[in-house]
C-alpha cells in the first residue's frame, strides 16, 4: 500500500510538472500548427526571471506571498515580452512558409533565448529554494513529501480548470476551438485569426514559463537546463495528442505514472519506458491518443 | 656567377635565417600559447567550469608575473609568459576534438590543459597523442584513459574516480562501522547520473564495500537518473523505501545541488546517510541549509576539505582567490591550478636540463613521473608510465561552522594514495576484486 501510495504521488507530482509545461506547447500547435522549440526557452526565462526575483526578495518567512506574486509576473512577463516579439516580428513573416521551416525558426529561437540568458544571467547556478524550504515535508504513505512540490498538482488542476473553462464556457475559447478546426472557415466567418495567433502564442509562452518559474525553487537554475524538459513535453504531446488539451493532461500523467513506476521498480528502464510507449503510440496511432478530429476537406 | 646573384643569394639566406630563428626566439623567450579547456556555458559551467577557469587564471597571473609562492616563484614557465586562451568545453567530444585540432594547427598552441567531462578526455586523449600536441588533463575521472592505452602526450594530474569510490567505502569502514552497526544498517544504494562517471563511480564504490565490509549488501536497485534531470522525486522516494541506510552519489553540478534540496525538505537525511564523492562544490550554494552529517569528498585534498588548511600555498590560494573571486575556491579551482604548476614544473626543468628553452619532447620527460607539492597534498605522476597522477584523498563529515558562519567539515580522514590506487600497471577492477593487493594504508 505504501508504495501503491509513493508511485501514486510521484507520479502525479511530476504530471503536473509536465503538464503546465506542455499544455503551453499543445495549445500553439492546435491552434498554430507551429511545433515550437522555443517553448524551452521560454521555460528558462521563466525559471530565471522567477529566481532572481525571489532571491532579490531573500529568505523572509514575510515574503510568502511575494514568491508567489513573483513567480506568476515572472511567467506573464516572459509570455508577454518574448510571445510578442517572437510571434509578432519573426512568425508572423513565416506563416506561409514551409512548416519545417517554420520549427527551424523556433530551434534557432530556443538558441538564442539560451544564450541571451548567460549574457543577461551569466553562467552560475541559482538556487531559489526559500519558498520550497519554508513549506517543508509532510508524512504521506509513510515517507515525507516536499510540501511545495505538492503545491504544483494543485496549479496544474487549476491550470486545467481554468483552460476548460475558458475553451469550453466562453466566447473567445468558442473562436479558438474554431481556429483549431480550420483556420480557413474561420477567416471567412470573420474571425481575426491574426489577432488570435498573437494572443495563442502569448499564452502558450506564459504557460512554458510558469512551468519554469514554478519549478525554480526546486532545483539549481543553470543554463541549459531547460533541454530536457522541452524534449519531455514532446513525448506527452505526442502521446496524448498533438493540439489536444485533454492529450497533454492524459499524456502527463501516463508519462508521470509509468516513470515513477520505473523509478521504484527498475530504474534503469526509467527513460526506456517513456519512449517506448512513444514509439508504440506512434505505430499504432500516429496522430496521439486524443488529437482533435480533422475536418474534412473536398 | 654574377656579383648581383651572389648578392641575392645572399638576401635569400639571411632573410631565411632570420625567418627561421625570429617565430623561434618569440616563442621560446617571450610568450607560450596555452589553449584552457573547461565548462563555460552548460549546467556544469557555475559550479565547475567557471571555477576552474578562475583558479587557473589566479595560477597563471601568479606564475607570469613571479608572485606565487615557493616552490613556483620564479617568473613565467621556463622564463616565458604564459597566454592562456580559453574556451568552453560544451558540446560534446566530437565539437571538442574539433576545437582541439583547431587550438593545435590552426592557432599553433604550445600546450593543452583541462577537461573535465571524462567523455571529452577520452575522445581527446588518442588525438592529442596522434598530433603529438602535449596535453595536460586536470579533472576527468575515468581510469579508462590509462589503462585501455598508455598516452604519451597526454598527463592528467588528477586521481582517477577508483581512488575516489574506494577511500569512500574506505571512510564509511573506518568511521561509520566502527562501533557497533545493525545489519539493516550496512545495507546500502545509490544515486548516480546514467553515464560512465556515475557507473563507474558507484560499480568501485560497491567493489571497495565488499572488500571494506564485506557483511554489507548493496540494493538491488540503484538510482541511475539521466544527466541533467534536475528533477528526483520519484529517485527520492525510491530510496527512501529503501531499506538501504547508506548512500553513495557521486552527482556534480547542479544535478547535486537540485537532489540535496529537494531531498532537505523530505527529511531525507533524518534517515540516511549519504555519502558524496564530488559534492564538495555544491556545498556553499546552500550554505547553512546543507545538512550536517553528510560523508564529503572532493576528490583529493582540495576545495572544502581544506579550507582551513595552513600550508603556506594552500593559504596564498585561498585568500587570492577569495580576494579576486569573492568566494572560496573550490575542487576544480584546485584542479586547474595544479595542472598549469605542472607545466612551469615540465618547463623550469627540461629548460634547466636543456640549457636553453625547451622542446615539447624535452618538457614531456622533464614531467614523466615527477613529484610536486600541490596546494595541501603532493602530487606523484607515478601511473600510466609517469603520466597519470596519484595522490592522497580525504573524506569528512560536513559540519555548519557556525563560529565562521559558512559550511565546513570535520572528522577529515586522509587516505594515502598507495592505499586507495592499484599499482602502477594493474588494471583497477582485478586488482580491487582480487583483494587489492599491496595496498597500504596508513
Redesign the interface.
Known amino acids: 500500500m ?2 501503491l501510495i ?2 501514486l ?3 502525479l ?2 504530471a503536473s ?1 509536465l503538464f503546465i509545461v506542455s499544455l503551453g506547447l499543445t495549445i500553439t500547435f492546435g491552434v498554430m500548427k507551429i511545433l515550437n522549440v522555443a517553448h524551452g526557452g521560454f521555460f528558462a526565462w521563466g525559471a530565471y526571471l522567477a529566481s532572481i526575483s525571489i532571491i532579490y526578495l531573500g529568505d523572509n518567512e514575510y515574503n510568502s506571498f511575494l514568491y508567489y506574486f513573483a513567480i506568476f509576473l515572472s511567467a506573464i512577463i516572459v509570455g508577454l515580452f518574448f510571445g510578442y516579439i517572437i510571434e509578432r516580428f519573426i512568425l508572423r513573416k513565416m506563416y506561409n512558409e514551409d512548416i519545417h521551416l517554420i520549427v527551424l525558426a523556433t530551434f534557432g529561437l530556443f538558441w538564442i533565448l539560451e544564450d541571451l540568458i ?1 549574457h543577461v544571467f551569466g ?3 541559482l ?1 531559489p ?1 526559500y519558498p ?2 519554508e ?3 509532510i508524512e504521506l504513505g ?8 505538492l503545491t504544483l498538482a494543485g496549479l496544474a488542476i487549476i491550470v486545467a480548470f481554468i483552460c476548460w473553462y475558458f475553451l469550453k464556457k466562453t466566447k473567445y475559447g468558442k473562436v479558438l476551438q474554431s481556429v483549431i478546426f480550420d483556420r480557413e472557415v474561420s477567416v471567412s466567418m470573420g474571425i481575426n485569426v491574426t489577432k488570435v495567433y498573437l494572443i495563442t502564442f502569448i499564452i502558450g509562452g506564459m504557460l512554458g514559463a510558469l512551468g519554469g518559474a514554478y ?1 525554480a525553487p ?8 531547460a ?3 522541452v524534449v519531455m513535453s514532446f513525448a506527452v504531446v505526442v502521446i496524448g495528442g498533438m493540439g489536444s488539451v485533454p492529450g497533454a493532461l492524459i499524456g502527463s500523467l501516463i508519462v508521470g505514472l509509468v ?2 513506476f520505473a ?6 528502464l ?2 526506456f519506458i517513456i519512449y517506448a510507449i512513444m514509439a508504440i503510440v506512434l505505430i499504432i496511432k500516429p496522430e496521439g491518443l486524443f488529437a482533435p478530429p480533422k475536418p474534412r476537406k473536398i | 656567377m654574377k656579383l648581383t646573384n651572389l648578392k641575392t643569394l645572399g638576401k635569400i639566406a639571411i632573410t631565411g635565417l632570420i625567418a627561421s630563428i625570429l617565430p623561434m626566439s618569440v616563442n621560446a623567450k617571450d610568450t607560450v600559447k596555452v589553449g584552457v579547456v573547461s565548462f563555460l556555458t552548460g549546467p556544469a559551467a557555475g559550479p565547475f567550469g567557471t571555477p576552474a577557469k578562475q583558479g587557473a587564471e589566479i595560477v597563471i597571473d601568479a606564475i607570469n608575473s613571479g608572485t606565487m609562492p615557493a616552490p613556483y616563484n620564479t617568473k613565467g614557465f621556463a622564463g616565458a609568459t604564459m597566454n592562456p586562451i580559453f574556451s568552453d568545453e560544451s558540446g560534446g567530444g566530437t565539437k571538442q576534438v574539433g576545437l582541439f585540432r583547431d587550438f593545435v594547427q590552426k592557432q599553433n598552441v604550445d600546450a593543452m590543459i583541462g577537461y573535465i567531462s571524462s567523455g571529452n578526455c577520452m575522445a581527446i586523449g588518442p588525438v592529442a597523442d596522434e598530433v603529438k600536441m602535449l596535453t595536460i588533463f586536470s579533472t576527468c575521472g575515468t581510469e579508462r584513459l590509462y589503462e585501455e592505452k598508455l598516452r604519451s602526450h597526454v598527463f592528467r594530474t588528477q586521481g582517477n574516480a577508483v581512488g575516489d569510490s574506494l577511500a569512500a567505502a574506505k571512510y564509511i569502514a573506518d568511521e561509520y562501522f566502527k562501533g557497533k552497526v545493525s545489519t539493516a544498517d550496512k545495507m546500502y544504494t545509490g544515486i548516480n547520473q546514467n553515464y560512465a562517471w556515475g557507473q563507474d563511480s558507484y560499480k568501485f564504490f560497491k567493489l571497495g564495500m565488499a572488500q571494506y565490509v564485506p557483511s554489507a549488501v548493496g540494493s538491488s536497485k540503484p538510482q541511475f537518473p539521466k544527466l541533467f534531470s534536475g528533477q528526483y522525486g520519484s529517485e527520492i522516494s525510491a530510496l527512501s523505501l529503501d531499506k538501504a541506510k547508506i548512500v553513495h552519489t557521486s552527482f556534480w553540478n547542479g544535478d547535486f545541488e537540485a537532489f540535496m534540496l529537494q531531498a532537505l525538505v523530505r527529511g531525507f537525511f533524518q534517515k540516511k546517510i549519504l555519502v558524496s564523492s564530488v559534492g564538495g562544490s555544491g556545498v556553499d550554494s546552500l550554505d547553512k541549509k546543507f545538512p550536517d552529517g553528510v560523508i564529503m569528498g572532493t576528490r583529493g585534498n582540495v576545495g572544502l576539505i581544506v579550507r582551513n588548511d595552513t600550508t603556506p600555498l594552500n593559504k596564498w590560494f585561498i585568500d587570492s582567490y577569495k580576494k579576486r573571486y569573492g568566494a572560496y575556491p573550490l575542487g576544480p579551482s584546485y584542479q586547474y591550478a595544479r595542472a598549469v604548476m605542472l607545466y612551469k614544473i615540465g618547463m623550469d626543468k627540461a629548460a634547466k636540463a636543456a640549457g636553453k628553452f625547451p622542446t615539447q619532447d624535452q618538457v614531456i620527460t622533464a614531467m614523466k613521473g615527477v613529484t610536486f607539492e600541490s596546494f595541501a597534498d603532493t602530487i606523484e605522476m607515478k601511473r600510466g608510465d609517469g603520466h597519470q597522477a596519484v595522490h592522497s584523498i580525504a573524506y569528512g563529515v560536513t559540519k555548519y561552522n557556525k563560529a565562521k558562519g559558512e559550511p565546513g567539515i570535520e572528522k577529515v580522514i586522509k587516505y594515502s594514495a598507495s592505499c586507495i590506487y592499484p599499482p602502477a600497471g594493474a588494471i583497477s577492477q582485478k586488482w580491487v576484486e582480487s583483494g587489492m593487493p599491496g595496498r597500504k594504508c596508513n
Open positions: 505504501q508504495f509513493t508511485v504521488l510521484d507520479g507530482i511530476y510538472y548567460l553562467v552560475d547556478p538556487m529554494y520550497a524550504m513549506l517543508g515535508g509513510g515517507i515525507f513529501q516536499g510540501v511545495y512540490s519549478i526546486t532545483i539549481s537554475v543553470s543554463p541549459g537546463f533541454i530536457d524538459v516513470r515513477a523509478v521504484h521498480q527498475a530504474p534503469i526509467e527513460l
